[in-house]
């Protein structure tokens, strides 16, 4: 007997976590959104929201001009190769910036585009694994991933990440219920 497609999940152990979770009825939606968040704080350190935001507010002078930043991005993205999230945070930057976007509003679209695009890859990749391993699960866990999903405000994390206040800084850790009275809700 298996203990579940999520061991052999070919991810990191914060997102293997999360499969757990979203596969298991017993959690409820708010314990999957919380191990979520964990795993988008836990990824977001290799990529480089500090330095985005800087580029992007112009090194804090405000500009007569609207900035061109993508020679600037494209060259920040040597920084972090093999980060995909670091990869989709300039992608989405170069995107808001050609959009015209500029300051907090610009920092807080990319931000919050590049951690949802990040979250949507990862978990098509989690459903595609479930489809391989346990056909019939994957409707399930697709539904409470994408139910987590909604729970989460990826402009707020990102807001949060860049700005120091506990993000890619500080440990996430999730929350065990040990206690006999601190099982699932009945």
Known sequence: MSDGPFRSLPLRRHWKKFAERAETSSYSLEEVAAVLLGALMND??????NS??????????IPLFPLNCAD????????????TVGNMLIDCAIEANANGL??????????GNALEAYTGGTCHQIEEHYLRKQPGSELN????????CKQVSFASLAS????GNGGSS???????????????RL
């Open 44 to 49: 977001s350190k290799e990529a480089p929201f």
């Open 52 to 61: 985005v935001r800087d580029i992007l507010l112009g090194g804090g002078q």
């Open 72 to 83: 600037r991005l494209e060259e920040l993205r040597g920084t972090c190769r093999g980060s």
């Open 102 to 111: 500029t300051g907090e509003l610009a920092v807080n679209m990319a931000g």
């Open 141 to 148: 866990v697709r539904e409470r991933m994408n139910a987590a």
């Open 160 to 163: 949060v990440i860049m700005s």
């Open 170 to 184: 500080g440990k996430f850790q999730i929350i065990k219920h040990r206690g006999i009275d601190e099982g699932p």
